[in-house]
């Protein structure tokens, strides 16, 4: 598969580079094109500008700061129309109380970009891990790959998003639509938050197995 890359940080060398490692047509777009260089280089990707990363994608990750994610997608609108706009941003904010979320009457970040690309196909996905899992390959533990829940609204943005999580050895887990997308950001600054504290979220999710039957 194409995917272009918008951001050439963190995310973007770990997803980028299990994307490229399992086959994939990467191309790494930044506005700094030297940092997009350097970036596509240590992943063995192709490296251009955002807009060209936007169009060279079937699959298009978002992966710069939720809070310069919208404008950036109503920037590229033209050039993602019909394709799957991949969101693992997470609008987090430091407070006195923890971890909250910073995305207003908005709903998530994702609804946001669906808004500013109205013929994009976004999906939510990609946001509860920390950058270094993303470059484990592929991410198993316990001998159980790793689940990737997403949230997509458009049959193509589904299929093309399981194809993304198991290409790298990982578990699609479909949650729903996009309306549903705030819950996996609301998940992201929960289980972060517990593991700041030093607090492992795996355990507060027992196996189904464990469940009482009904
Ligand atoms: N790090 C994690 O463990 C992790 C895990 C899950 C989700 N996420 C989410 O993934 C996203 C990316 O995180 P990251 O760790 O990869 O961040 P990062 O290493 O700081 O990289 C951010 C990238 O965004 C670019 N950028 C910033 N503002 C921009 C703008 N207005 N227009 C275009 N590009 C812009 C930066 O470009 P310049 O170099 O030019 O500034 C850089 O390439 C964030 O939304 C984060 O919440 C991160």
Known sequence: MRIGVLGTGGMAEALGGAWAAAGHRVLVGGRDRERAAR??????????????????????LVAVPAAAAPQLVSELAG?????????CTNPLMPTAEGLMLDTGDT???????????PGAYVVKAF???????????????ENVPLAVPFCADHPTAVAVTATLISSIGCTPA???????????E???ALAIGL????????????????????
């Not at 709903?107 to 690309?117: E, N």
């Not at 479909?174 to 996996?184: D, E, I, K, V």
């Open 107 to 117: 709903g998530s970040v994702a609804l946001q970009l669906a808004t500013a690309a």
């Open 174 to 184: 479909p949650c729903g639509g996009l309306a549903r997308a705030a819950y996996l």
């Open 186 to 188: 609301a998940t992201a």
């Open 39 to 60: 970036t596509a280089a240590l992943i063995g990707a192709e490296h251009g500008s955002l807009a060209q990363a936007a169009r060279h994608g079937e699959a298009v």
């Open 79 to 87: 050039e993602i129309v019909g394709r799957a706009v991949v969101d």
């Open 195 to 214: 593991w700041w504290e030093g607090r492992q979220p795996r355990a507060a999710f027992p196996s189904p197995a464990e469940a009482p039957p009904s």
């Open 127 to 141: 946001n509860l891990c920390h950058v270094s899992i993303w470059t484990l390959r592929p991410p198993t533990f």
